[in-house]
């Protein structure tokens, strides 16, 4: 069987991991990332460098576009990009943490040039991504997303349609929600069990596992307590999520005060210079 080729633009901490997981399952990767040195590692791994976001789709079956801002991803599909350069009948799949809005704008726009189009987004940060076990939330056509289960099953372990164009952005917004108070949580509970002079280590075996585990506590909190702040998920991404969530919550009347106060201390933290730190730099605002 002759794998599919894959045009693949983004290879930031995630894109990096989802492209070799994609090579490890015999996918062609073509990619493209405004920083060529960045994806460096990748081209004696088999990728191969493409200078633009058109040369990038150009040619591929599949196009995956895992970029930085919501101006990021209308940039690459509408600025002589993606949807001028895509094949007839390609996929198109934003799997960027955007608008739920843009998301619909270029499922309609792909229509019309005879292209697929499905909004992707991913949670599970770099770990997820490295492991291929990522969750992803897909939007668009069932049978799109149907005929690109060996994609997302390359990279994801939790593959979930969730509906019409936009949906899969909003369930991401769900799921920033739920992450934007759960990380106050996790660094109060932790320094907490700091300043009562307790074993963290064993204060970690019991509540991880109890009614108050979850994937932040396990993974992210044991960073905090080591002291790494290295990005798996950056708080500039975070903080752009947080932004659009609150945008939207707003045009559906609904009053998200946790996500409010989350972006608030992450806004503040931004401005002490921790924008690229990871997401468990929280940790610092109790210290």
Do not use: C
Request: glycine fraction near 12%.
């Amino acid at each position: 069987m002759v794998k599919q080729k894959i045009g693949f633009i983004g290879t930031g901490v995630m894109g990096q991991g989802m492209i070799r997981n994609l090579m490890k399952h015999g996918f062609i990767l073509q990619v493209y990332n405004r920083t060529k040195s960045r994806a460096e590692a990748l081209f004696a791994e088999g990728a191969v460098w493409k200078d633009s976001p058109a040369e990038a789709a150009t040619g591929a079956d599949v196009v995956i576009t895992m970029v930085g801002y919501p101006k990021d991803v209308e940039a690459v599909y509408f600025d002589n990009g993606i949807l001028e350069h895509a094949t007839s009948g390609a996929f198109l799949i934003d799997m960027t943490t955007s608008s739920p809005q843009l998301a619909e704008k270029i499922y309609q726009a792909a229509r019309e040039k005879g292209l697929h189009a499905l909004d992707a987004p991913v949670s599970g940060g770099d770990i997820g991504a490295k492991n291929g076990t990522l969750s992803i939330m897909i939007g668009g056509d069932a049978a799109d997303a149907k005929a690109l289960l060996p994609v997302f099953e390359a990279i994801g372990q939790k593959i979930v349609y969730q509906g019409k164009a936009g949906s899969g952005q909003h369930t991401k917004m769900a799921n920033q929600i739920a992450i934007a108070s759960n990380m106050i949580g996790v660094a109060e509970a932790l320094a907490y069990a700091q300043h009562a002079g307790l074993d963290t280590d064993k204060v970690m075996e019991s509540i991880e596992t109890g009614a108050a585990g979850s994937w932040s506590l396990t993974n992210l909190g044991r960073r905090m307590l080591k002291g790494d702040f290295e990005p798996g998920f950056y708080i500039k991404h975070l903080i752009k999520d947080e932004g659009i969530a609150l945008d939207s919550a707003k045009q559906m009347g609904l009053e998200t005060p946790g996500l409010a106060l989350s972006k608030q201390i992450y806004d503040a933290l931004a401005e002490k210079g921790e924008a690229n730190s990871g997401t468990q730099a929280i940790f610092k605002k109790y210290q």
